[in-house]
């Protein structure tokens, strides 16, 4: 039996970083947002682990004997038995991107293996699990909008904003998620306000932005691309960068600035997608 999960991309709607935390993480508001498309995890029982790699990004990680995937595949077994497994990742998201691709991954992983063991997807242990693979892991696990606080791994879900056209563009650069959060300044400007989903996004911001842009000032370019385009609704960085996003009014609209960014730069990765 091969069970399949689709692993997410993630965004960011909003990121407030509140203060540095004496654990090395950094407490959190932040608005998750999942889209339709991303990367896809494949797993069976064997009678040998093994890890394959397909997919355009499927390269970036060949040689890597430890990763999310493995690590979260390892610790379901330990935790509940069963295994080994055959785990194929078909990798269509660029790497660390901050759009939560090896979190999605690892949380999918944990999901299929959940499924072959017949084991709930809403199993606390499994949430345990995901919280030692790393602060975005349970979000990915949730796998819908949500109100992260802590690290981001205290969740609270919220209705909205599903169907929303979305664009995600990366130029082609990878940022460090530790070099970005060492270049918060340190400023508190606080946290999200209440109201809806898409009331809470565009009164929000990313407190990493401004790192993010020092360290690969092409952010600004991307953005500053993303909101000029006719139907934004909001264009912002997610995560640690460097992959930005753009919600439109319409498919029509996402469409056309898909199109004419792909034309004006083709080396630039672009998604067309909607929120989950």
């Not at 682990?49 to 040689?63: D, E, K, N």
């Not at 969740?155 to 169907?163: F, Q, W």
């Not at 929303?164 to 082609?172: A, K």
Request: hydrophobic share 45%.
């Amino acid at each position: 039996m091969i069970v399949e999960e689709l692993a997410p991309a993630k965004i960011n709607l909003a990121l407030h970083v509140r203060q540095r935390r004496p654990d090395g993480y950094h407490e959190l508001e932040t608005l998750f947002a999942f889209l339709r498309h991303g990367d896809t995890v494949r797993v069976g029982s064997s009678e040998e682990a093994s890890f394959t790699l397909t997919g355009p990004f499927g390269a970036a990680l060949a040689g890597e004997a430890d990763n999310l995937v493995t690590r979260a595949a390892s610790a379901f077994a330990q935790a509940y038995g069963g295994g080994p497994f055959a785990i194929t990742l078909d990798k269509q998201l660029p790497i660390a991107s901050g759009i939560g691709g090896g979190s999605a991954d690892a949380a999918a992983t944990l999901r299929a293996c959940a499924r072959l063991g017949g084991v709930a997807p809403d199993d606390p242990r499994l949430f345990a699990i995901a919280e030692t693979l790393g602060a975005d892991v349970p979000a990915c696990l949730l796998g819908r909008s949500a109100v992260g606080t802590g690290k981001g791994e205290q969740l609270e879900p919220i209705d909205g904003m599903s169907g929303v056209p979305v664009l995600l563009v990366n130029p082609g650069v990878a940022v460090s998620t530790a070099a970005v959060f060492k270049a918060w300044d340190g400023v508190d400007r606080g946290g999200i306000p209440d109201g809806s989903l898409k009331a809470r996004a565009v009164a929000g911001r990313n407190d990493l932005e401004p790192a993010a842009r020092a360290i690969a000032p092409v952010i600004d370019t991307v953005v500053a691309r993303l909101a000029s385009a006719p139907g934004v609704t909001l264009a912002r960085m997610s995560g640690s960068g460097a992959t930005c996003f753009a919600l439109f009014e319409s498919e029509r609209a996402c469409a056309d600035a898909a199109a004419a960014i792909r034309a004006e730069q083709p080396r630039w990765w672009c998604l067309e997608s909607a929120l989950a």
